[in-house]
């Protein structure tokens, strides 16, 4: 990239060089033919380098003097000529660099190029980060809150712009280019040794599809997360090997059916999905009755699909209801007047959506259909970030924000490589194990959303379990789940999993012995999972959780403890120096 930014540099000055350098040629070269008169009353002519020197402060105005003799009239009148000639050409080449530094596609080329310095010099795993709005916003303060680097790719100039002007903590690379250009990834770090993922979450299916397909061909090692709002694009997404889609619109309807059929399911699968160290939320459940929903966008329409497929009756409230296809019975309307919901029978009806793509639309319905049914179970579509005020003064018993949805789900998996499968079958259990795992979970995570985190029993990632298991001495889950401080105590932390050889157990045993190339998930508090970043680190740390033996590490403790151990037990000291 810097050396796209010199032959720019090099090709808009090259006139006013070649004017510059002309100028001064012609006049040190009229300066050595200009007769001079010296103290002997002697003719002289100045050698190149007293001419160079004599254009040198002549052409920048300083007037340092006639050297190394006062100057003839011929010569005078030469430095006159000189002057002129020497400053309109430095004029003109100043204007040119002027105009340069102005022009939008030399400064986008010298900022590429020093983001592209800022990028090389990444000594730590980073995500670069394909589209900058709500969603894009939302991953890079968690991830940056977590430790993590990012690199933003977003097409739009007002949000790279947006993003330059906040203070992140720490800096973040911003690339102005459109990210479904392959070149354009490249440049952003995509095949960069350090990359260890690329989260597409622009608000265009194509775009994220083709991001998709460029990461899976050219650097398949790392990880693809993608947005993706229609299911023909999650099905195509999925076909190559995408690690993780999400469709925000089905994602939710899969909740709210939970939420509806399932309470305690949605619970577990709630928190473990929601952002850390918040409040647990605790939303009342969905009732099963009759269901209205206003709008029939990608939101309405995936609510719906989902509620008649499990027979419960839903009534529509749509503006051109011809026009976008809905079922017979459609109520028309917009659903922010109090005649439409009294058409669509809201005095009998248990819940209502407001899903429509305006939140000013989606206000008004929840206000009206409030004043008319005070009782109604509301859910309501929150489009923009920037109007979640709006929807918490409103009480909206179910605030529905897309960007929120997809932002947790990618996070959680980031976060612990197996609790995409570990949701998966936890769903498969039935809503009574999951009341149990959700009062455990309650119990032990301090009444806030738990982290989760997946533990592999490796040489890199746990040292001191493997190099314990190669010393033949046993490992168990409640050994590392065990407080170091105090190893009476156990830590906030569950364990969720366990992956041996392919094959999954859900919620393993505290008694289960640890092998290498175990898999575990892990969910607890933040403070848990430092803890336990001491149990897996330290061999001496294990050996004391696990048998309350504490063992000294480095070469002068255990010259101490072996010499305190012969004391007590009567064994006489042996001068060494003397031996």
């Not at 006639?66 to 000639?85: C, G, H, K, N």
């Not at 993590?148 to 002007?165: A, G, Q, S, W």
């Not at 989902?306 to 503006?319: F, H, K, N, Q």
């Not at 979640?388 to 009480?395: S, Y």
């Amino acid at each position: 990239m810097i050396r796209s930014v010199v032959p720019l540099l090099l090709r808009r000055m090259r006139v006013p060089l070649a004017v510059l350098i002309g100028v001064y040629g012609v006049a040190v070269l009229g300066f050595t033919l200009m007769p001079g008169v010296d103290d002997q009353g002697n003719v002289w002519h100045m050698s190149i380098f007293q001419a160079f020197y004599v254009v040198s402060y002549t052409g920048s105005t300083i007037g340092f003097g006639e050297v190394p003799y006062p100057f003839s009239d011929a010569q005078r009148l030469w430095t006159m000529a000189s002057i002129y000639m020497t400053v309109f050409a430095w004029l003109y080449s100043v204007g040119t660099i002027i105009s340069l530094l102005q022009d939008t596609g030399f400064r986008q080329a010298l900022l590429m190029a020093r983001l592209q310095r800022s990028l090389s010099s990444f000594s730590e795993p980073f995500y670069i980060i394909c589209g900058y709005g709500d969603t894009g916003r939302l991953l890079a303060r968690s991830l940056l809150n977590r430790g993590r680097r990012v690199v933003i790719v977003d097409k739009d100039p007002h949000n790279v712009e947006d993003l330059r002007t906040r203070d992140l903590g720490v800096y973040v690379p911003a690339f102005c280019m459109d990210a479904e250009i392959p070149d354009n990834l490249l440049t952003a770090g995509l095949q960069h040794r350090w990359c260890a993922g690329v989260l597409a979450v622009t608000d265009d299916d194509h775009a994220n599809l083709k991001v998709a397909i460029t990461v899976k061909l050219l650097n398949s090692k790392i990880k693809v997360f993608c947005r993706a709002d229609a299911l023909a694009t999650v099905d195509n997404m999925l076909s190559f090997g995408t690690d993780l889609v999400v469709n925000p619109y089905q994602d939710f309807a899969h909740r709210l059916l939970m939420g509806i059929f399932e309470p305690d399911s949605h619970r577990v699968y709630d928190w473990l999905t929601s952002l850390p160290d918040y409040p647990l939320p605790e939303r009342p459940e969905p009732p099963q009755g009759r269901w209205i929903i206003c709008g029939y966008g990608r939101f309405g329409r995936a609510v719906h699909r989902a509620l008649t497929s499990r027979g419960i009756e839903v009534t529509l409230v749509v503006e051109n209801a011809k026009e976008k296809g809905c079922p017979p019975g459609t109520i028309e309307g917009k659903g922010t007047e109090a005649v439409t919901l009294r058409a669509a029978g809201i005095e009998s009806a248990s819940a209502l959506v407001a899903g429509t793509e305006d939140d000013a639309d989606n206000l008004s319905i929840i206000m009206t259909a409030r004043a008319l049914n005070p009782d109604i179970y509301q859910v309501a579509q929150e489009n923009r970030l920037h109007n979640r005020a709006l929807f918490q003064a409103a009480d909206v018993a179910l605030a529905v924000q897309t960007s929120y949805i997809i932002a947790s789900r990618f996070l959680s998996v980031l976060g612990a490589s197996l609790l995409k499968e570990f949701l998966e079958q936890a769903g498969e259990q039935g809503n009574e194990w999951n009341r149990a795992l959700a009062l455990r979970m309650r119990q032990g995570c301090d009444a806030l959303t738990p982290e989760s985190w997946t533990l592999r029993v490796s040489k890199n990632r746990a040292p001191a379990v493997a190099l314990a298991l190669d010393l033949n001495e046993s490992v168990t889950l409640a050994t590392l789940c065990r407080d170091p401080r105090d190893r009476t105590r156990s830590l906030d932390t569950i364990a969720l999993m366990l992956e041996r050889q392919g094959e999954r157990q859900l919620l393993p045993a505290g008694e289960t012995p640890l092998q290498m190339g175990d898999r575990v998930l892990f969910c607890g508090t933040e403070r848990a999972l430092d803890l336990m970043s001491w149990n897996v680190s330290h061999l001496s740390v294990l050996r004391y959780v696990h048998n309350g033996e504490q063992h000294p590490d480095g070469w002068i403790w255990r010259r101490l403890a072996k010499r305190r151990r012969e004391r007590a037990a009567g064994v006489p000291e042996v001068d060494e120096t003397t031996v």
